[in-house]
Structures are given as structure tokens and as C-alpha cells.
């Protein structure tokens, strides 16, 4: 960490202790800083809902989910329909019992299980994603009994989180994402006359101290990464939706400013995030969507080269997908929703691309959601009622490129959007976002592959930050990755729970599409520190005509060496050995074979903990049993293995 942001961490540690203890003047403040626009419920146009013609299926859904909060029931990550009491404990983690503390903030360690239990379940839930859901099911049916729940939860929160205290005033991105779930309940609810006088009357302060606070202590230096971006997403929504005080059109300009340069410094040229992490890729371009729409709608357009780099964001995700949206989970992935409840990466994917990739006419791109209805009610909601054609987003009537070298991924694929789809994601890029790399994984030259638009061999996701420290070291570790691990070392080296001391240094040394095949080869370093350096080369084919894969690694080195190849299933995937390095994996009506070289001993796991093996993580918080292959040799000097995939 360098001197300037040493001292910028010192600065901010002594305001916040300045700002807590004069934090009962916040409600002066907001009451003498109030605008004369402090009249109107929100600034934001009302939401035409009635013209949206929602699917069935989505209204279904959220209906029901709106239905569940009736029942003060928490679907929060591994928490299924969970009771949560007459009254809402809003410091609880309601998966371990575990009340965090209602002191001053600055002096809560949240990253302490023993004290907060697992904060990630508290934040979730403070979140307050499930208001819009009741918000929706209110303007739907006009039923009271859901604006009550709604009012009911924002008034104990209220009560319960005075400002500055808790865990709930620990992070300024969980206060930009509630902004942002207030904003659009009062969006949605803005024609109804008890809304109107709930956010003029009750919710002023509130709106207020979120705003300030995200100004007072945003995020910075290292830590400016995906934080950043949903904390000036928060801000400006709020500013545009509440313009209700003096500071509402700095905040509104700040945000905008930092939004633009955020969108520079963390999205490269070629769309990728530079965290290189696909599930906050998803959830940093929401929050771009979320705010330039909002911004476009009340004319405070963004500028063209922004909503650009959206579509190159938007073009990257199309390429490393599969026909229904499925993507590989490269580095950490929190399932963190910017709009709504959970929602799963194959759906939310195909949302994002439905409104930032928009087929021009003529002969559309090579491939095509096959289910874009399914996602019309969160395209509604990231574009403020709007449709794509309201904003500056360019049609599309070319496929996206397959190689990204700048983010290291390449996409090889084979009868792309037919029904024998072969989609082969290779990793051979830097390892995340400098210097904390912090949501880097030990990844280098993994891959993921789907066939017939079914994820067969898959990044393992990751499950957990705060769990016990053995499962945050495997799941992004090399062992749960579709790579080589040497002498039971992680290719690089951690030094918490989100950092990395040392990292591998990968990159490519070439790549090539041909029509009958396309082949990328690359190279880490990451085993170089080693006594007796390892220098793990990686190419992959593949067959155009066929869909055959074929992988040569080779591991140059001149002592002995202890070597492991991993093979991660998808959960739903039924693996049997055949001959002793011959598998068939069968999910569905869809098959592949994989043979592994002859030296190889090869090993299933399936829901071990013992080793730690045979598993995956879909979803933040919940683990499942799946296979996982792991072949081993025992090396001398440089070797070479040879892998073979077909499809069946």
C-alpha cells in the first residue's frame, strides 16, 4: 500500500470518528438543507407499468415472492423460506443466530464470524431487494396489505439502524444499493398518494444520511473496485430521484463524474472488467445501465462513448456464453443483484443482453437467447420503464469477436446457436484488479466448457468469504479449477481473505481461428518460484467439423515433480469411468468423453471434505456435490499430457 493512500486510510479513520460523534446533528442538517423540490415524492418520470405486458412467468414469480415477505419468510442465499419473526431483526444473521452488535461501526470488525457471524447474510437482507418486489405485487393487485410491509420494514429499519451505527453503516455500497431499492419503490408506487406522503414525510433523513454518507466515505485507492461503482450508482440514482436538498445537484455531478471515470479506469477496451471476475462484471454493468437510464430519462445524458463501453461489456458476456445464457464463474462471484431479488447468471445475462445487444435487421448475429421473455420484467426495471430503442445502444448484426487478449479469454466454439454447440472459454489472462487482486482466483489457463447449451466442465464458483477459512482457500484455489496444480502449491500465493501476495504470471503466445478449427496456446509462471522452476504450458483445438477438443499440456522443468490435473462437473452431470483414464459425462440428453493421457492415476470425488473435493457453488452460500476429476503423475523433468474431448 503506498504512503498516499496510507495517509488518505489514516485521514478518513479520523473523520469517521468525527462524523459518528456529531452524527446526532444529521436531522438538523437534512431539515435546514432541504430544496423547495422537497415537495414532490420523486423527480423521476412515473412508471407506466400497465404498458410493460410482463410474462406470466415473471409477474408469477415475483408475486410469489412478494408473497413470501408477507409471510416475513428470508430466501437469502443458502436460507430457504426461513421464518424471521413478527418484527425484522435487521442486525441478525438469521443463518447462524449471530446478533452483530449495535455500537459505533468504525469499531466493528465485520469480517469477525465469532462476533457478527456471517455479514454477508445481514447485508443481503438489509439490502432490501424484496421491497420491490412487494412494490410490484402492490401496483398489480392494489393490495394495502403489501405498501404496509413495505412502509412496516423501512420503519424498523429506520428505528433499528440510527446512523453510523452497526453493521449496516459499515459499507457505503450496501448504502447505494439500498438507495437504489427505495428509489424504485417509490418509481414504481410514485401515482399513489400513501407513497408520496411516506418518502416526503418519514423517509427524508434517511435519503439523506445514505447520500452522505457515500460522499463522506466512498471508496478509494485500492479499494475502488466493483464498491465504487454500485456506491456512485446509489448516489447519483438518489440524487436524481430526491433533488430535495443543497447538496442534491454536487452529489448528482460527483456521482456522474466518478461513474464515467470508474467506467475508464475498471472496463478495458475490449469490455472486460479488470477485476476479471464475470460475476461482477454482470453486477458493475448494471449499475452502469441502472444509472446512465436513469441519467437519459431526466436529460442528464451520459456520455456516447459510455453507453459504448456497455455494448463492448454486453459483447464480451455474449461471447463467453452459451445459447441459454450460461457463463463461466472466472474469480469471486457474490450473487450480488443490483434490481431485485436472486436471480440466476443465465437469466440475468440474458437480460443484459436482450437491451445492450439489440439484433439490427436483416440476418441476425450467429447466436440468439432462446428466451429473452423470460427476462422483460428486469429489462424493464434496469431502463426505468423504458425499451432499448429510447436510448443511444447501436443494433448489433455481427457476432462478437472470439479473442479478448487484453482480458486473456478466448472463446472457441463450434456450431455456435445450433443444437450441437460446443463452447470451450479458456483463461489465459492477468490475475485481476492491482494490487489487492483481490477477487482473483488461481486460475491460470483453466477452462469451461458447455455443450448444447448445457455447462458440462465448470469454474467451481465460490461459495464463501467469511465461512471457515479452508473453504475461501479451496474455491479459489488451483484444485477447484479445470487446471494444473504442481507439488500441491496454488499456482499463486494468497495473503488473506482478499489478497494476493504473489501472482501467476500468464499469458498467450498465440492464437488462431481457422474454418476447420481454432486454437489458442498459452503460458504461466506461476511455479517458477519454485526451487526447480515449472513453467506450465497449455494449448487447445478445436474441431470445427467435429467439436472435438484436444488439450496438450506441457510442464517444462528438469527435477521431480508431483502433478495433478482437475476436472470439474457441473452438479447435474452424472460421470462413469469407463476404462481407467476413459469417462463419459451425460447431462440430459446431451454427452461427452473425455480420455486422459496413460501415465495419468485418475481419482473421482463427489462431496468430499476430506480432501476438500468434488464440489460446486452456483450460488453465494450454497455448496452442492458434484464430481470432480483429479489425475495425478509423479514427474521427471519436462512432461507432456495430452487430454481428448469429444462430444457424443
Not at 412467468?57 to 424471521?84: K, T, Y
Not at 440514482?237 to 470508474?262: D, H, K, M, T
Request: with cysteine; aromatic share 12%.
Amino acid at each position: 500500500m503506498e504512503h498516499k493512500e496510507v495517509a488518505s486510510r489514516l485521514f478518513d479513520v479520523g473523520r469517521h470518528g468525527a462524523v459518528y460523534a456529531t452524527r446526532w446533528r444529521l436531522p438538523q442538517r437534512a431539515r435546514r438543507r432541504a430544496s423547495p423540490e422537497h415537495g414532490q415524492s420523486i423527480a423521476m418520470p412515473h412508471a407506466d407499468w400497465r404498458a410493460w405486458h410482463i410474462c406470466p412467468e415473471s409477474q408469477l414469480n415475483c408475486m410469489a415472492q412478494a408473497d413470501s415477505w408477507l409471510q416475513h419468510r428470508i430466501r437469502v442465499f443458502g436460507l430457504n423460506a426461513v421464518p424471521l419473526g413478527p418484527v425484522i431483526d435487521w442486525h441478525r444473521d438469521y443463518s447462524s443466530g449471530i446478533r452483530g452488535p449495535q455500537k459505533y461501526s468504525g469499531m466493528i470488525d465485520h469480517r469477525d464470524a465469532a462476533v457478527v457471524g456471517d455479514v454477508k447474510c445481514i447485508w443481503e437482507l438489509n439490502r432490501l431487494h424484496h421491497l420491490v418486489s412487494l412494490a410490484l405485487a402492490y401496483v398489480w393487485t392494489e393490495k394495502t396489505a403489501y405498501w404496509d410491509t413495505i412502509e412496516q420494514h423501512s420503519r424498523s429499519w429506520v428505528e433499528q439502524n440510527p446512523f453510523m451505527v452497526g453493521l449496516n453503516w459499515k459499507s457505503p455500497l450496501e448504502a447505494g444499493i439500498r438507495l437504489i431499492s427505495w428509489a424504485l419503490v417509490a418509481w414504481l408506487t410514485a401515482e399513489d398518494v400513501k407513497s408520496q406522503a411516506f418518502f416526503r414525510r418519514s423517509m427524508r433523513d434517511t435519503i439523506y444520511a445514505h447520500q452522505y454518507f457515500i460522499r463522506t466515505f466512498y471508496a478509494k485507492h485500492s479499494s475502488a473496485n466493483n464498491h465504487l461503482v454500485g456506491e456512485m450508482a446509489g448516489l447519483y440514482i438518489g440524487a436524481v430521484c430526491w433533488p430535495w436538498f443543497r447538496e442534491s445537484s454536487g452529489w448528482r455531478a460527483f456521482a456522474r463524474e466518478r461513474l464515467i471515470q470508474a467506467m475508464t479506469e475498471q472496463v478495458g477496451e475490449d469490455g472486460i472488467g479488470r477485476e476479471l471476475a464475470t460475476e461482477y462484471q454482470l453486477f458493475i454493468l448494471e449499475f452502469f445501465l441502472l444509472s446512465g437510464a436513469s441519467g437519459h430519462v431526466m436529460g442528464d445524458t451520459f456520455p456516447v462513448s459510455y453507453w459504448q463501453c456497455m455494448q463492448k461489456m454486453a459483447a464480451f458476456l455474449e461471447a463467453v456464453s452459451d445459447r441459454e445464457g450460461n457463463l463461466p464463474l472466472f474469480g469471486d462471484g457474490d450473487s450480488g443483484q443490483v434490481i431485485s431479488e436472486y436471480v440466476p447468471v443465465p437469466r440475468r445475462t440474458q437480460s443484459l443482453l436482450t437491451i445492450l445487444r439489440p439484433a439490427a435487421e436483416g440476418p441476425p448475429p450467429a447466436k440468439r437467447l432462446s428466451k429473452p421473455s423470460l427476462s422483460d420484467l428486469r429489462t424493464r426495471l434496469l431502463l426505468w420503464g423504458k425499451t432499448s430503442q429510447a436510448f443511444p445502444i447501436q443494433p448489433v448484426s455481427q457476432p462478437p469477436a472470439w479473442a479478448y487478449p487484453q482480458g486473456g479469454y478466448y472463446a472457441l466454439e463450434a456450431n455456435r446457436g445450433g443444437d450441437r454447440e460446443m463452447i470451450v472459454v479458456m483463461d489465459a489472462g492477468e490475475f485481476g484488479l492491482p494490487p489487492l487482486y483481490a477477487h482473483g482466483h488461481a486460475d491460470a489457463l483453466s477452462f469451461w466448457l458447455s455443450y448444447r447449451g448445457q455447462a458440462f466442465l465448470v469454474d467451481p464458483g465460490t461459495f464463501s468469504y467469511y465461512a471457515d477459512e479452508a473453504w475461501r482457500s479451496y474455491f479459489r484455489g488451483s484444485a477447484a479449477h479445470n487446471t494444473i496444480r504442481v507439488d500441491g502449491e496454488d499456482q499463486s500465493i494468497a495473503g488473506g481473505r482478499f489478497l494476493w501476495r504473489q501472482v501467476a504470471n500468464c499469458q498467450v503466445q498465440r492464437h488462431e481461428s481457422q474454418p476447420a478449427y481454432v486454437e489458442v496456446e498459452g503460458i504461466h509462471t506461476g511455479y517458477c518460484r519454485f526451487a526447480d522452476p515449472v513453467v506450465h504450458r497449455r494449448a487447445v483445438r478445436m474441431s470445427r467439423p467435429t467439436s472435438h477438443v484436444r488439450i496438450m499440456d506441457e510442464l517444462a522443468c528438469r527435477d521431480a515433480h508431483e502433478v495433478e490435473l482437475f476436472f470439474h462437473f457441473h452438479d447435474q452431470c452424472e460421470v462413469r469411468q469407463i476404462d481407467v483414464t476413459h469417462f463419459e459425462a451425460i447431462r440430459g440428453e446431451a454427452r461427452i468423453a473425455i480420455r486422459l493421457a496413460s501415465s495419468l492415476t485418475c481419482q473421482l470425488y463427489r462431496g468430499s471434505e476430506a480432501p476438500i473435493a468434488g464440489w460446486t457453488s452456483d450460488r453465494f452460500g450454497v455448496k452442492t456435490p458434484a464430481f470432480t476429476l483429479r489425475a495425478h503423475a509423479h514427474i521427471i523433468g519436462t512432461t507432456e499430457f495430452v487430454t481428448a474431448i469429444a462430444a457424443l
